[in-house]
C-alpha cells in the first residue's frame, strides 16, 4: 500500500510560480517512478511529468515543457513540481500517481491561475 499526500496549491496570477509537493509513505521510495498528472473543469486527467526510479530521467508534456520542473528527495521521500510561466490553461486540480502493481493517487490540489 502506498500513500500520496499532495500540497502547495492556490491561486496565482499568470506568469507567476508555484511549488507543488508530494510526501510518499508506505513503501521505499527511491524504488517508484513518480509522475505527475492534473485534470481540469470539464477534461479528462492528463499527464504532466515524470521522473524514473533509478536514474532520475525526467519526461514532460509539450505544454509544460520548458515551465515545469519535476525533482525528488529520496532522503525525504517527496517529489516536487515547480512550475513557472503558469498561464490560465494550467488552472486544474494536480495529481501525484505511482504505480506499484496497482495505480497509486493523491487527493490533489489546486490549482488556479487567474489572466
Known amino acids: 500500500q502506498v500513500q500520496l499526500v499532495e500540497s502547495g496549491g492556490g491561486l496565482v496570477q499568470a506568469g507567476g510560480s508555484l511549488r507543488l509537493s508530494c510526501a510518499v509513505s508506505?513503501?521505499?521510495?527511491?524504488?517508484?517512478?513518480m509522475d505527475w498528472f492534473r485534470q481540469a473543469p470539464g477534461k479528462e486527467r492528463e499527464f504532466v511529468a515524470t521522473i524514473w526510479r533509478s536514474s532520475g530521467t525526467t519526461y514532460y508534456a509539450d505544454s509544460v515543457k520548458g515551465r515545469f520542473t519535476i525533482s525528488r528527495d529520496n532522503a525525504k521521500n517527496t517529489v516536487f513540481l515547480q512550475m513557472n510561466s503558469l498561464k490560465p490553461e494550467d488552472t486544474a486540480v494536480y495529481y501525484c500517481?505511482?504505480?506499484?502493481?496497482?495505480?497509486?493517487w493523491g487527493q490533489g490540489t489546486q490549482v488556479t491561475v487567474s489572466s
Open positions: 508506505g513503501r521505499t521510495f527511491s524504488i517508484l517512478t
Open positions: 500517481h505511482t504505480r506499484v502493481a496497482n495505480d497509486y
